[in-house]
């Protein structure tokens, strides 16, 4: 198993130039620092080794990388290196190795990291039959790896400057963690600055030709380790491995993918073309020509995952030139639907609706017809025979004080009377002329 920064697993001394003053010889159980417990070597590297430890405050386990002693014993360097450490503990992504601390004496210092139980990307490829992987095996990963990196650059603000498959590893649930976010490249300036060294910081068969000319940092340098390291992981080699590489970096073009794997007499799926075109386009020399973020690069890769906001945000159309420049204007994305409904489904489940919004008009219209209209009519037909027996009743009880006028004929020369002075007594009876005719009740009703 490596260890938490990719380092290999052999066991032998630190040999680096300058720094194999190394670390004090510790064991396992030994107590350091007033709080870890050391447990085990989890792997020694040119820049330092790490130890499984036991955080006695905390109660976790973590690893511990040693730092060189020649940089633990420079105060002005020790300073440097503790702050680009502890920038990293801004970053909190689930797919970043998390930097717990910084921790240091007059004798010895060590920087405090998430343990990952697992094992480095390199190492993986290396147990292939073919020692390659194909681009699917690598896309969830890859999906993974450019979230984290997208995170990085635009949350954080940190480049990574050392992204190599030794960096990269995969824990025992098969999630993807980046490790030693500037932390190697750190290391390796301070020890190259002691040592008044003319190597570059690094590992240089993944830099890019700005950072081989010792060019300030970019993310831009980070997407052309990112095709480096994709081109290894496919074809068990990195673009440029052997003569003079600082040349071929700057100069020559590497030979497509699918060509360096029948060179290498491997035996695979035939390539991927937008793979090719994608890692290519990542290789540029000019950061121009390079995709833009990693964002583009998942964008182009088709491998966005909808597991986090800022891969969903990457979910666009992908582009049918074969040119990787600086991203065009893009349209938005549709909006996905929701997971599991087909279209056979969203059918079944409207005519549901449909059925039960015509059965519920039915039960309205029974109800309305057969039940309200029929009520009303009644209620209706009630009040206006309630209206005209009142009104008989009226013309009865008028009749009973001016006497019985049942044989009157109400159709028989019936005349109002005209304007006169009205006679100081009135006549009464049923001839008198102000007497208003009376309406049998059968008459008005037609029975």
């Known amino acids: 198993m490596s260890d938490t920064t990719g380092a290999p697993k052999a066991s032998h001394p630190l040999s680096t130039p300058g720094s194999d003053a190394t670390i004090r010889d510790f064991s396992g159980g030994q107590k350091v620092f007033s709080r870890y417990t050391l447990i085990k070597t989890l792997g020694r590297g040119g820049m330092g080794v790490v130890w499984l430890a036991r955080d006695e405050e905390l109660e976790r386990n973590v690893a511990l990388k040693f730092l060189p002693e020649l940089i633990v014993h420079d105060r002005a360097v020790l300073g440097d290196m503790k702050r680009e450490t502890r920038r990293s503990l801004d970053l909190t992504h689930k797919n970043i190795v998390r930097i717990y601390d910084f921790v240091h004496s007059d004798q010895s210092g060590c920087i405090s990291m998430e343990y990952i139980d697992g094992d480095t ?160 386009g990542c290789l540029a020399k000019d950061p121009a020509r390079r995709p833009q973020s990693f964002v583009e690069v998942a964008q182009r890769l088709e491998i966005a995952s909808p597991k986090t906001v800022r891969a969903e945000r990457a979910l666009q159309p992908p582009t049918t030139t074969g040119t990787i420049s600086t991203p065009a204007t893009t349209t938005t994305p549709p909006i996905p639907k929701p997971a599991g409904l087909t279209p056979a489904k969203i059918g079944l489940l409207v005519g549901a609706a449909a059925a039960v919004l015509l059965f519920f008009l039915g039960v309205i219209g029974i109800w309305y017809f057969g039940f309200h209209k029929p009520a009303a009519t009644t209620q209706k037909s009630t009040a206006s025979q309630q209206t005209v027996e009142s009104q008989t009743s009226n013309l009865d009880r008028s009749s009973g004080m001016a006497g019985k006028a049942k044989d009157v004929n109400p159709f028989k020369n019936v005349t109002r009377p005209q304007p006169s002075a009205a006679p100081s007594n009135p006549p009464s009876g049923p001839n008198a002329p102000n007497a208003q005719p009376v309406v049998p009740l059968n008459d008005f009703t037609g029975g």
């Open 121 to 280: 990307l390199s190492n993986l490829r290396a147990d292939k039959p073919h020692k390659v992987f194909e681009p699917h095996e690598l896309a969830e990963w890859t999906s993974q790896l450019c979230d984290a990196l997208d995170y990085a650059h635009n949350h954080a603000k940190i480049i990574h400057r050392d992204l190599k498959p030794a960096n990269l590893m995969v824990n025992q649930r098969g999630d993807l963690k980046v490790s030693d976010f500037g932390i190697s490249r750190s290391l390796s300036d301070s020890v190259s600055m002691l040592t008044m060294e003319q190597g570059r910081s690094g590992t240089l068969v993944f830099m890019s030709p700005q950072q081989l000319d010792g060019e300030r940092g970019s993310h831009l340098d980070d997407i052309y380790s990112f095709g480096a390291t994709m081109y290894e992981l496919i074809t068990s080699k990195p673009p440029f491995s052997s003569g003079n590489i600082d040349r071929q970096i700057r100069e020559k073009i590497p030979p497509t993918m699918e060509v360096r794997r029948k060179d290498l007499e491997i035996e695979g799926e035939m390539m991927d073309e937008t793979w090719e075109k994608v890692i290519a």
